[in-house]
Nanobody, 114 residues
Framework: QVHLVESGGGLVQPGGSLRLSCTASGFTFSSYAMSWYRQAPGKERELVAVIFSAGGRTNYAGSVKGRFTISRDNAKNTVYLQMNSLKPEDTAVYYC???????WGKGILVTVSS
């Protein structure tokens, strides 16, 4: 069984930082691209960042480029999303996703508010 478990969300003030983690099990983590998506209230789910398996190449949505960093630790089966300079418009439920079978985590809420 494939499991993706997100952690690290919460409430942060504008300009602050958070690091999300997603720990995976049930597949060969190192062989597959991993992504973070987010869905804000009333909006469609959107891709935030992706990290590929070979070489760790990354891509980012334009709205987060330069502020967010995706990384992975294949020894820990974990993908991270370091979020800096957070803005109220970053408020959303953040989801972890794997290219293996298209599985999703349950999501974790990030709220940016003063």
């Amino acid at each position: 069984q494939v499991h993706l478990v997100e952690s690290g969300g919460g409430l942060v003030q504008p300009g602050g930082s958070l690091r999300l983690s997603c720990t995976a099990s049930g597949f060969t983590f190192s062989s597959y691209a991993m992504s973070w998506y987010r869905q804000a209230p009333g909006k469609e789910r959107e891709l935030v960042a992706v990290i590929f398996s070979a070489g760790g190449r990354t891509n980012y949505a334009g709205s987060v480029k330069g502020r967010f960093t995706i990384s992975r630790d294949n020894a820990k089966n974990t993908v991270y999303l370091q979020m800096n300079s957070l803005k109220p418009e970053d408020t959303a439920v953040y989801y972890c996703h794997t290219n293996f079978g298209g599985y999703w985590g349950k999501g974790i809420l990030v709220t940016v508010s003063s």
